[in-house]
């Protein structure tokens, strides 16, 4: 994987971790308990579609246009963007058709779903294409520019519009003029004018419906919590676990940031034939993430009532305990799962990967169910902490039986990177202090 485009890539981590840390704290800040209890919600239920049109087309978009020219990218992008366009049409007519039927705080934010998710669905759908093609720069330009538009949308709501819909707007403002910019980049009128294709789709639906079922019960399993804890507790119970979840997802940033890179990479691999390149590079990148997001989790952990204290307020530092479950499950676990599914795609066995989200759906939906009625709300991290070691063991055995990765040797990676830059600070402390007295 080329050290530029991981730089790029953990460079945009840093402005999406900007951008989702941002958000945490203008809801938390601005608004009471319960309106953020709804925001989380509305934020769930964006979010499980949003995972669900994306998983369609995502995986077959990227294998279709990975080391292809642009000219034979051309119908892809076409036949992709209409998929996702009927599907933005179905699922944003269903949300706010049940909005307007079903009257509560939470239905009149869901009125405004399709301001952000439409133009969310054609932003996701441009950035995995140029992620397919690496072109990580013009990603990390674009979330730059998303940036500011939301900065200057959350500030113009705080002094003259203090509502969660306003937020949408925002979020969805900042997402149409990153799609100006991507028009910038591709030559939308050339792929306006090719062709829808046929043989296209047949390769979205073969990908897409194990991705998208994959992904609509690891979805579920990942936001039930939420969805009990406002049938259970109560919205201020939901807030400080949407809050806990919310920060443990911004820290799969660089997950994220690593493997989308990963994807591409393993696809030309599989296309050569080259299951050795296959193995390490998907131990290397694994051993790469784990020792520099471990450290981070440790010390977050450590810190994390204060950091909570400071950034939502004094009202959700009781989530600390609750937080650093959820911290650690994707800073140690959810790397391996997210590996693995790029594996077995590539390899073209989605079905294996469905089937072991299926088997986490159904326990972590059963325990979760069990704990928060006995439990409360630590039920839900301990539910998701005992689902997820489960299926780390289950996906280290199959990783190991399709390409030999080996646990032992991301370890020992992990140890050898430490190792390394250990012996090399003496020499970093020696130039910088030539630097120094260069400068004196």
């Known amino acids: 994987m080329n050290k530029i485009n991981r730089f790029y890539s953990l460079l945009n981590n840093g402005i999406e971790f900007a951008s989702g840390i941002g958000l945490v704290v203008f809801i938390t800040r601005f608004f009471t308990l319960t309106n953020s209890g709804n925001w989380f919600l509305f934020i769930a239920i964006f979010s499980l579609f949003s995972a669900l049109r994306d998983a369609l087309v995502q995986s077959a978009l990227i294998k279709l246009t990975a080391g292809e020219a642009l000219s034979n990218s051309y119908s892809a992008i076409k036949t992709a963007l209409a998929v996702v366009l009927l599907v933005e049409l179905v699922v944003g007519l ?38 397919g093609q690496l072109q990580v720069r013009e990603i990390v330009l674009l979330n730059a520019i998303q940036l500011g538009v939301l900065i200057i949308g959350l500030l113009t709501t705080a002094f003259y519009s203090p509502h969660l819909r306003s937020v949408i707007i925002a979020l969805g403002a900042a997402n149409a003029i990153g799609i100006f910019y991507v028009t ?117 952990v450590i810190c994390s009532a204060q950091l909570l204290r400071i950034i939502s307020g004094t009202s959700y530092q009781t989530g600390w305990g609750i937080l650093s479950v959820y911290l650690l499950i994707s800073t140690l676990i959810t790397p391996f799962g997210t590996a693995f599914g790029s594996l077995v795609t590539a390899l073209g066995k989605p079905a294996i990967a469905f089937k072991i989200v299926l088997m986490n759906t159904f326990i972590n939906i059963t325990l979760s169910f069990v704990l928060m009625k006995t439990m409360g709300l630590w039920g839900a991290p301990l539910a998701m902490a005992a689902t997820e070691i489960i ?7 199959i990783s190991s039986n399709l390409a030999d990765i080996s646990l032992v040797a991301i370890i020992n990676n992990i140890a050898q990177i430490y190792i390394r830059n250990f012996y090399s600070l003496p020499t970093l402390f020696k130039g910088l202090k030539n630097k120094l007295n260069y400068a004196k």
């Open 184 to 300: 910038l980049l591709l030559p939308v009128g050339e792929i306006m004018r090719s062709s829808i294709s046929y043989q296209n789709l047949a390769i979205i639906w073969k990908y897409g419906k194990y991705a998208m079922t994959r992904e609509a019960v690891s979805a579920a399993s990942s936001r039930i919590s939420l969805f009990f804890s406002g049938s259970l507790l109560n919205l201020s119970q939901t807030a400080i676990l949407g809050v806990s979840q919310r920060f443990s997802q911004l820290a799969l940033l660089p997950n994220n940031a690593i493997q989308s890179l990963l994807f591409p990479t393993i696809v030309k691999s599989v296309k050569q034939n080259d299951l050795t390149s296959v193995k390490h590079e998907i131990e290397n990148s694994l051993a790469n993430l784990l020792a520099l997001t471990i450290p981070c989790a440790t010390l977050t």
């Open 391 to 397: 299926g780390f063991f289950v996906v280290i055995k």
């Open 94 to 131: 269903g949300v706010i058709s049940t909005s307007l039927l079903i009257q509560s705080s939470l239905s009149k934010l869901l009125i405004f779903y399709s301001v952000y998710s439409i133009p969310s669905a054609i932003l996701r759908l441009s950035i995995f294409y140029l992620r």
